[in-house]
C-alpha cells in the first residue's frame, strides 16, 4: 500500500561503520590492566564508579552519555555513576585542577584519561615533556585511587584545513591531520604499554587515516565540518564502539 502524503517515509536502515584497529586487538592494548573495573561491574548491589578527565569531545557529553547508557543496559541493577571534567580547549595540564581523587561520590573503580587532540595541534609540543607529564597524571591518580583501573582514551583522528590534503575525494586538498597528533598518539601508546594501564586506540576504531574527513560525508556525517568534534549521532556512535571493546574485553575474561 502506498503511503499517504501525510505519513512519514521509513528510511531504510544504514549500518554504521565499525573500522578494526590495527594497533590494539579488538580496539584494546592491555585489557587485563581494567580487571578492577570489570569485577566491580561483576557485583551485584554495587555502586561502580567512572571518572573521566577530557578536553571538549568529553565536556560534549554525548560520547560518555551512549557509554554509560550501554554499561546500564548490559549490568541492569547496578547503580553505576560517571562523572566527566571536560572543558573546550583543555590538555592534559587540566588536571591539576580538577576535583581530586577521591571526589565526593567516592573512589572510583575505573578512570579515564581522554586528552591528546590540543596538544596535537599545538606545533611547540615537546614530545619527552609531554611523557613525563603523562607518566606524572597517571603516579597521581594510582597514589589517589590505588584500586581503580586506568584507560588512556588515545587521541582520535582530526584534521585543519589549511591545505596539503591527500584524503580521497578531497577535491580541494585542503584536510590533513598535524603531525604532532601522531606523535602524541605514539607517546600515549607507548606509555600505556610501560606502566600497565588500558589504552584503546579510538583514532583505529574511527577508520585510520583520513577518516575525520571520511565521516564528515554523507547526509547524516558523524563528524562536523571542523573535521575535529563529532555531531550528536557521533559522538553516540563512538560510545558504542567503546562499550563494545570494554564487554569484549569483558567477556573473555569470562565473567
Not at 586506568?150 to 603531525?179: S, Y
Amino acid at each position: 500500500m502506498l503511503a499517504g502524503a501525510g505519513q512519514a517515509q521509513e528510511r531504510p536502515y544504514v549500518a554504521l561503520p565499525s573500522p578494526v584497529s590495527a594497533t590494539c586487538p579488538e580496539g584494546l592494548c592491555q585489557p587485563g590492566a581494567l580487571a578492577s573495573f570489570f569485577r566491580a561491574l561483576q557485583q551485584p548491589g554495587r555502586i561502580v564508579r567512572i571518572v573521566q578527565f577530557g578536553d571538549s569531545h568529553t565536556a560534549g557529553g554525548d560520547i560518555e552519555a551512549s557509554l554509560l547508557w550501554r554499561l546500564k543496559g548490559r549490568f541492569e541493577g547496578r547503580e553505576i555513576i560517571m562523572d566527566a571534567h571536560g572543558r573546550v580547549g583543555a590538555t592534559l595540564n587540566a588536571m591539576a585542577a580538577t576535583e581530586p581523587l577521591p571526589g565526593p561520590d567516592g573512589t572510583p573503580d575505573l578512570v579515564v584519561i581522554a586528552y591528546g587532540t590540543n596538544e596535537g595541534f599545538d606545533e611547540l609540543l615537546d614530545p619527552a615533556a609531554y611523557e613525563a607529564l603523562l607518566r606524572d597524571k597517571i603516579d597521581r591518580v594510582r597514589r589517589a585511587a590505588p584500586g581503580a583501573s586506568i584507560l588512556i582514551l588515545g587521541a582520535p583522528e582530526a584534521m585543519r584545513g589549511d591545505g596539503g590534503g591527500t584524503c580521497p575525494g578531497d577535491t580541494e586538498q585542503r584536510w590533513k591531520a598535524p603531525a604532532m597528533l601522531s606523535v602524541v598518539r605514539d607517546v600515549q601508546h607507548r606509555v600505556a604499554a610501560s606502566t600497565g594501564v588500558a589504552f584503546w586506540d579510538w583514532k583505529g576504531r574511527m577508520g585510520g587515516d583520513c577518516s575525520a574527513f571520511a565521516l564528515t560525508l554523507g547526509d547524516a556525517p558523524l563528524m562536523r565540518g571542523d573535521h575535529v568534534h563529532f555531531t550528536r549521532a557521533g559522538g553516540d556512535w563512538i560510545g558504542a564502539l567503546l562499550f563494545a571493546d570494554l564487554m569484549t574485553a569483558y567477556d573473555r575474561r569470562g565473567f
